[in-house]
């Protein structure tokens, strides 16, 4: 069931968000409030390469044992060049990726959920990694817009 509602959640946010994302003019997804701190631009960039490694956990997490899936975020932020790209292009890359990654997840075999990923020191389910996901995505597309 938890799966489901993830799923549910994920097509609503893909159906919401990129409309109120677009709606946020480039000077305001571009500005930072610290040097240290990333941007609304760099946020959704940070939630592209949470895809980016998750798509790779829900495919390869489904015939492999125990596959090692693991980045350093702040550096793929800094190499994914999010704050020189247009934020519209970010956002409907950000929009086909997700909708993508959830139909991998619809389509994966009940049996599959309890195979297990190495995430940083951890072992966890499959299953776990799509619920945690959809909460990630959540916890900072709320940085950037309410919905």
Do not use: C
Not at 2 to 11: D, F, G, Q, S, T
Not at 36 to 56: C, F, P, R, Y
Not at 69 to 88: A, C, H, L, P, V
Not at 110 to 127: A, C, E, M, P
Request: proline content about 2%.
């Amino acid at each position: 069931m938890k799966i489901e509602k993830a799923i549910n959640r994920l097509y609503y946010i893909i159906n919401v968000a990129p409309i109120k994302l677009m709606a946020i003019n480039e000077i305001e997804m571009s500005e930072k409030q610290l040097p240290t701190k990333w941007s609304k631009k760099e946020i959704l960039g940070h939630l592209i390469d949470s895809a980016t490694n998750n798509h790779q956990r829900f495919v390869r997490g489904q015939f492999e044992t125990n596959p090692e899936i693991t980045y350093d975020q702040n550096k793929w932020n800094e190499f994914g060049f999010y704050q020189e790209i247009d934020s519209q292009q970010i956002i409907k890359f950000w929009t086909i990726y997700n909708s993508q990654l959830v139909e991998i997840i619809k389509r994966i075999a009940t049996d599959r959920l309890n195979n297990q990923i190495k995430v940083g020191d951890h072992l966890v389910t499959l299953g776990f990694l799509i619920v945690d996901y959809v909460a990630h995505l959540e916890h900072h597309l709320k940085q950037i817009i309410d919905y």
